[in-house]
T-cell receptor, first 111, second 112 residues
Framework: ELKVEQNPLFLSMQEGKNYTIYCNYS?????LYWYRQDPGKSLESLFV?????AVKQEGRLMASLDTKARLSTLHITAAVHDLSATYFC???????????FGEGTQLTVNP | EPEVTQTPSHQVTQMGQEVILRCVPI?????FYWYRQILGQKVEFLVS????????KSEIFDDQFSVERPDGSNFTLKIRSTKLEDSAMYFC??????????FGDGTRLSIL
């Protein structure tokens, strides 16, 4: 059974600081996704990482994938309040297969 | 930008009743999915649907659940004889395959 673990589960940080969220998964896959969820809302796709060494950046967020270590990171640079949300990583096997989600990291950025 | 549309946004039902949750996936997508999220927990896979049949289902998706694509646009999840523990947010998603799954806004199901 594929397991996906994120840490930390809760992250409170100050505006302007940097931090990294980690996502580990248990079996070989080179397909990893990051989603953002605001309270009571849907899941918004942030990044798609489909190969070892993939790095994607959008604004203050940067995601990377190391398939050998079965690890993805989501790095936050100079956090702002608008980034407050829950961030999920998710893994699938092949095109069209189910997504297995991590538990989510609830990020709160304080002024 | 095309969206996945779900109705209703909130459904309140008495325990033991049947509910049907409706989804309109993005029109050129081929893969359809249902997930659920119990309040405060992670998102769990229920079922995937491709080429007019179930392609994969989880252990949660037992005989109480069924899915249907009754026409070219709708994708439905039916839950028979609902239980209190079925209360959750249910998300529909669709994808072209080698692209991220796009999620609808969800249906909040409350079982009383």
């Amino acid at each position: 059974e594929l397991k996906v673990e994120q840490n930390p589960l809760f992250l409170s940080m100050q505006e302007g600081k940097n931090y990294t969220i980690y996502c580990n998964y248990s079996t070989t896959s080179d397909r990893l996704y990051w989603y953002r969820q605001d309270p009571g809302k849907s899941l918004e796709s942030l990044f798609v990482l489909l190969s070892n060494g993939a790095v994607k950046q959008e604004g203050r967020l940067m995601a990377s994938l190391d398939t050998k270590a079965r690890l993805s990171t989501l790095h936050i640079t100079a956090a702002v309040h608008d980034l407050s949300a829950t961030y999920f990583c998710a893994v699938d096997w092949v095109s069209g297969s189910r997504l297995t989600f991590g538990e989510g990291t609830q990020l709160t950025v304080n002024p | 930008e095309p969206e996945v549309t779900q109705t209703p946004s909130h459904q309140v039902t008495q325990m033991g009743q049947e509910v049907i949750l409706r989804c309109v996936p993005i029109s050129n997508h081929l893969y359809f999915y249902w997930y659920r999220q119990i309040l405060g927990q992670k998102v769990e896979f229920l079922v995937s649907f491709y080429n007019n049949e179930i392609s994969e289902k989880s252990e949660i998706f037992d005989d109480q659940f069924s899915v249907e694509r009754p026409d070219g646009s709708n994708f439905t999840l039916k839950i028979r004889s609902t239980k209190l523990e079925d209360s959750a947010m249910y998300f529909c998603a669709s994808s072209e395959g080698n692209q991220p799954q796009h999620f609808g806004d969800g249906t909040r199901l409350s079982i009383l």
